[in-house]
Each structure stands twice: as C-alpha cells, then as structure tokens.
Nanobody, 120 residues
Framework: VQLQASGGGLVQTGDSLRLNCVAS????????MYWYRQALGKQREKVAA???????DIADSVQGRFTISRDNAEMTVHLQMNSLKREDTAVYYC???????????????WGQGTQVTVSS
C-alpha cells in the first residue's frame, strides 16, 4: 500500500484547507483510514478516522471544525479543515492499517506527511 498526501499549506487563522490522501497498491486490504498530526515537539495524535462504510470519528480537539470523507472508488480520503487555529499547525499524515494474515499482525502504512501552518 502506498499513501500520497497533499493539500497542506500556509494559511491564516480562520481559513480553511482540504487535505487529500490517495491510496494505491493493495487497497482492497484497507478498511479504516486515518488522519494523524504531529506538531513540533509533540507526540503524534489521531485527528480523524473513517471506515469503508463511511462511519467517521473526529477528535474532540477538532470536533465541529474538521470533517473527514472518503471516496472508495478513487481510494481517496479527505480532511476538510475549517476555522483553523494556530494550534492546528502540524504535519498531517494519512494512515491505513492492513491485516497481514500470513504474519498475523496489523501493518501500518503512512503517507509522507503534509505541512499545515496557521498564522495569526
């Protein structure tokens, strides 16, 4: 599985951005897809998740401002970020765990990360 993230950039407080992540390779093994973020000097945190059937989960810290969506036909997941705050500044990563039945374990696949910087 390969994940390609895009859509980050430099914006001002209150602006919006839409992040995109395209999956390729053995995408049939993917069920839930995630967005994580990691701010400088902080641990990586989960921002949002969406299952193949569209059930979504949003972190409390971004609830009401961020939404996650998915296009299974295009194997793309989007993170719509509205009302951005300075504390949303981070590198955003898409993630897709898959089950490796031969080894009996989950394998995490990560995109390369896309930088989001929110200035006041």
């Amino acid at each position: 599985v390969q994940l390609q993230a895009s859509g980050g950039g430099l914006v001002q407080t209150g602006d919006s951005l839409r992040l995109n992540c395209v999956a390729s390779g053995e995408t049939s093994k993917i069920n839930t897809m995630y967005w994580y973020r990691q701010a400088l000097g902080k641990q990586r945190e989960k921002v949002a998740a969406i299952t193949k059937d569209g059930s979504a989960d949003i972190a409390d810290s971004v609830q009401g401002r961020f939404t996650i969506s998915r296009d299974n036909a295009e194997m793309t997941v989007h993170l719509q970020m509205n009302s951005l705050k300075r504390e949303d500044t981070a590198v955003y990563y898409c993630n897709a765990p898959t089950w490796n039945s031969a080894r009996g374990l989950w394998v995490d696949w990560w995109g390369q990360g896309t930088q989001v910087t929110v200035s006041s």
